[in-house]
């Protein structure tokens, strides 16, 4: 009986459990279900003009229109919150240093060094100072934004995990949005300078022109096939940390053959003009290359609203969530894409401090007390953090390398962040477009664009500044007396550089050197990259021949062809010869799979591409693995390849001609370095017992984009990730791909034609796991799939009314 008793209790115990479990399941369920964006119906809104609605077609791509801008913006900010808030959230507070609110102690690194920039505080300046048609536009957005985030049933499902409500949206807060641009686009600029006053302190002047040349023979500039190479021999001895291994007991650094990407950039965008294309009107085609992640940076939309003139203006393009403005796309008669510029926009200015003047440092305009703000960083789960910000005239300090610097950034300047790109919407001309580039707030950029009419053209979007010719020495840390730090405000929209229908009738930009002429002197490198990508681009564009469409256009993007490293394979096989493969099975793999394996393609399937990228990588390892040491002691981000893009065709130029005094003693001739380097790369490639053969490109190119919040619930964490994709591409072509970095959008469009326009991105429009439209369209990205830019016919409609 008592035996009956307990089973009976225990089967009693064990359904409460089951039934408890699955109402826990279904009670996550709803609430899940609860913060899923509103996708039909109707809904009053305060505050609007005439109305508004939002139709979504079957992938949720939306159309947003109304009878007024303002309305269109209130839209907007609604459907924004709804899809995307947190991704917004999370873009505030890493422009502000905000993210040890929500993430706790591991946040607070980041959070002190971004608030070192007090960008909260300066985009409350920002407000005050914007002219009122902006504000009013940006008043509706964000009471969209908060109304959208308010509508849903629940908070977002991040909120619950992190355990904090969700904060109100504000004004600044759209302007943090911003910022957090110059920090992606910018940020890497400040880990190279440092590297580079560390190169400058440790090598001569040179063998600094040697190893960190100002342009190669791969540079494609906008107004010249080339630009002439300098007459540089090499020095006849290397700096004393060349080619010298680390000390048995220092710290590894990252080994560059093993790791994902190292200072990889990848934008591209490029224009063909109509006199070539089968419409006559231009064609704009652009890739932006970000971090990969769920959900995608970009939200995709199309904006329609009146143009003031008794018509409508229809937007197609890409949003950054957190702002109302189309960012890239066409406006029906004008379409621009963008690059980052990587010009020379923040400089460290050395402080000089005296005993006789106490807390004072002595900067371009003489002796002055810094300011000292107070910041308070609230840290979930922990006392709040105190950090005392010193600002000069120049800029914030900061400390490295046990000196004082201020760091003076176009970011920290009025002017930086403002509602200009607004102007893009009504621009009806090419000329008006390149007149409104300049004046944008937003980190600055390669702007191209083409227009109906078939004119297309280049210029550089946002704030440069005024400065004295400066060359390679603003790109060092500076002290208070070199005139090259000096800077005078912006340059006026009509000093910018500009390319305007070049006679050949392309125009392409892939983040290196835009200009040979004199118009380079006002960007300055802020670290170009290497130039193959933009060789590659431009020399597609000339092969399209006479007459061209929007399909062939757009397929430059998808260019994997390994062009650069072409070069590399050569040295690879002359290194392999029969002498080092005698008696090593591996090394005679491993030549054998480059002269047989080779398909000429960063493709999924090639394991002699990986095997000669892992080559080139690998000698930079062997000569650098030094200053490396040196440079990770600086700041994490400091490389010898931060100090220069450039590397490869240095270390190309020295394997080619082996100069003795370069050899690194602990080899006995240039070939036993390429064999220790190939070596390395064969260890690094079957280190976990798999077979050479089968080390393929596509293995180590994995991309698994995931929500950040998807380590945090790992029973749920595989809804809030990708399973892996292999993916063709790299760095030094127009498919630019990795397993963290790639293409966050292509578009390719003509203005006036948008019908025949294509789009990709690697994740949908909405940020939520339960949503149809979460990863909606990642395969067309995956594959390259040609997929309409503008929405299909609606499948749900949602009406805004006063």
Do not use: C
Not at 172 to 201: C, H, N
Not at 435 to 445: E, K, M, N
């Amino acid at each position: 009986m008592q035996k009956n008793r307990v089973m009976v209790w225990s089967r009693r115990i064990l359904i409460a459990a089951v039934v408890l479990l699955l109402l826990a399941i279904a009670a996550a369920w709803l609430y899940l279900r609860g913060s899923l964006a509103q996708l039909d119906g109707t809904r009053q809104a305060a505050g609007l003009e005439t109305t508004a609605s939002v139709a979504r077609d079957e992938h949720g791509v939306p159309v947003i229109s109304g009878g007024s801008r303002g309305d269109v913006a209130y839209a907007t900010g609604f459907v924004h919150a709804q899809e995307r808030f947190f991704q917004m959230d999370l873009l505030r507070r890493v422009a502000a240093g905000e993210l040890s609110e929500l993430f706790g102690e591991r946040a607070l690194p980041l959070d002190k060094s971004h608030r070192l920039h007090r960008f909260r505080a300066r985009a409350e300046l920002a407000i005050k100072a914007m002219p009122a048609a902006d504000r009013a536009l940006l008043d509706r957005y964000v009471a969209g934004v908060n109304d959208g985030l308010t509508a849903l049933s629940a908070k977002p499902f991040e909120y619950a995990l992190v355990g904090l409500p969700p904060r109100a949206w504000s004004p600044a807060d759209t302007m943090l949005v911003i910022w957090a641009m110059y920090f992606d686009l910018q940020g890497s600029q400040e880990p190279r300078e440092l590297a580079r006053g560390w190169f400058k302190d440790n090598a001569s002047e040179e063998q600094r022109v040697f190893l960190a040349p100002e342009s190669t023979p791969w540079d494609a500039p906008l107004d010249a096939q080339t630009i002439a190479a300098a007459d540089v021999v090499i020095p006849a001895a290397p700096p004393a940390w060349w080619g010298k291994p680390k000390a048995a007991d220092a710290p590894a650094p990252a080994k560059v053959a093993a790791a994902e990407f190292l200072n990889t950039v990848g934008s591209n965008n490029w224009a063909v003009a109509g006199s070539r294309t089968d419409t006559g009107a231009a064609i704009v085609a652009d890739d932006m290359h970000l971090g990969i992640q769920l959900p995608n940076t970009w939200y995709r939309a199309v904006l329609q609203f009146p143009d003031g003139k008794g018509g409508q203006r229809r937007m197609v393009g890409v949003t950054l969530p957190g702002t109302p403005f189309v960012v890239v796309g066409s406006n029906g008669h004008v379409a621009w894409g963008f690059t980052n510029s990587y010009g020379d926009y923040m400089d460290f200015i050395a402080l000089e401090s005296d005993a006789s003047k106490p807390g004072q440092v002595r900067t371009q305009a003489g002796w002055e007390t810094p300011v000292v703000h107070e910041e308070t960083i609230l840290i979930k789960g922990a006392p709040a953090a105190r950090l005392a910000v010193r600002e000069t005239s120049l800029g914030p300090i900061r400390e490295a390398q046990g000196r004082s610097y201020a760091l003076h950034w176009t970011a920290h300047l009025p002017g930086a962040v403002n509602f200009n790109a607004g102007k893009l919407e009504l621009a009806d001309t090419l000329e008006q477009a390149l007149a409104i580039a300049p004046t944008l707030g937003i980190p600055a950029q390669n702007f191209v664009g083409g227009d109906d009419k078939g004119n297309i053209g280049w210029t550089i979007a946002g704030p440069l500044p005024r400065r004295a010719p400066a060359g390679v020495a603003s790109t060092y840390p500076m002290s208070a007396d070199d005139a090259a730090g000096v800077w005078q405000g912006w340059l006026a929209p009509e000093e910018y550089p500009k390319v305007v229908n070049p006679e050949h009738g392309h125009i392409g930009t892939a983040n290196s050197r835009q200009l040979a002429g004199s118009g380079a002197q006002l960007i300055g490198d802020g670290g170009f990259d290497l130039g193959a990508r933009t060789h590659q681009v431009r020399d597609d564009l000339a092969a399209l021949g006479p007459k061209t469409d929007v399909k062939k256009v757009y397929a430059i993007g998808l260019d994997d062809r390994a062009v650069f490293l072409t070069a590399w394979r050569e040295r690879a096989i002359a290194a392999l010869d029969a002498k080092a493969i005698a008696g090593n099975a591996q090394r005679a793999e491993a030549l054998a799979l480059l002269k047989d394996g080779w398909s000429g393609k960063a493709s999924v399937d090639s394991v002699a591409y990986r095997i000669t990228r892992g080559f080139m990588y690998a000698v930079y390892d062997i000569v650098y693995e030094s200053a490396n040491v040196e440079l990770a002691k600086i700041d994490p981000k400091s490389t010898m390849a931060s100090v220069s893009s450039r590397w490869p065709v240095v270390l190309a130029r020295l394997l080619d001609q082996q100069p003795a005094a370069w050899l690194p003693p602990q080899y006995a001739d240039w070939q036993a370095l390429q064999v220790a380097a190939m070596d390395r790369v064969i260890k690094d490639l079957t280190k976990d017992g798999q077979p050479l053969s089968a080390a393929t490109w596509g293995q180590r190119n994995t991309a698994a984009s995931a929500h950040p919040m998807a380590s945090a619930i790992p029973l749920l964490g595989k809804y809030l990730k990708v399973a892996p994709d292999m993916l063709p591409g790299d760095q030094h072509m127009p498919r630019v791909s990795g397993p963290t970095f790639g293409q966050s959008e292509r578009l390719t469009v003509s203005p006036g034609h948008e019908e025949q326009g294509i789009f990709n991105m690697p994740a949908g429009q909405s940020g939520h796991p339960l949503s149809p439209y979460f990863l909606e369209g990642r395969t067309d990205w995956v594959t390259g799939r040609a997929s309409p830019l503008l929405p299909g016919p609606a499948q749900h409609t949602l009406t805004f009314v006063k």
